[in-house]
């Protein structure tokens, strides 16, 4: 007869170049579990029933998963990020181009600073990290 109690999490971080030397943390339930380095796997044990699941790297957090854990279950989670297009990633930073220009023209110092809240907005909007269950 087994009473065990946990399962396993085995989290995969696909590589990527943009963040090769970033340090990514896991958290369960709120609480910090272990760190992830680019193209790295972390097997971390959970107890079983319903836990939550996100990674985090400086203040950006990835969407929250639940999992259902099962005693002497290997649960895989992948973290990914959002891949755009070439050519989309083109448009969106020619728009951004296109709009500071105007807003710098238009409102001088006072633009620069918009123009460079709004590109840092959208620079970490994209870059999100995604978690998915395999």
Known sequence: MNFSTFGKIEFY???????????FTI???????????NDETVSLKAKTGKQLFWVKYNW????IIEID???????????????????????????????IGL???LLGALGLVIGGVLVGLSYFQTTKPKLKII
Not at 27 to 37: C, E, M, T
Not at 60 to 63: P, R, T
């Open 60 to 63: 950006v957090k990835s969407n």
């Open 13 to 23: 971080r696909i590589s990527h170049f943009r963040y090769k030397y970033e340090k």
């Open 69 to 99: 854990v099962k005693p002497d279950n290997t649960h895989k989670i992948v973290v990914e990020f959002a891949s755009y297009s070439f050519l989309k990633g083109l448009a969106i930073s020619l728009a951004f181009c296109i709009f």
């Open 103 to 105: 807003v710098l023209t």
């Open 27 to 37: 958290f369960q339930n709120g609480s910090a579990v272990g760190k992830i380095k």
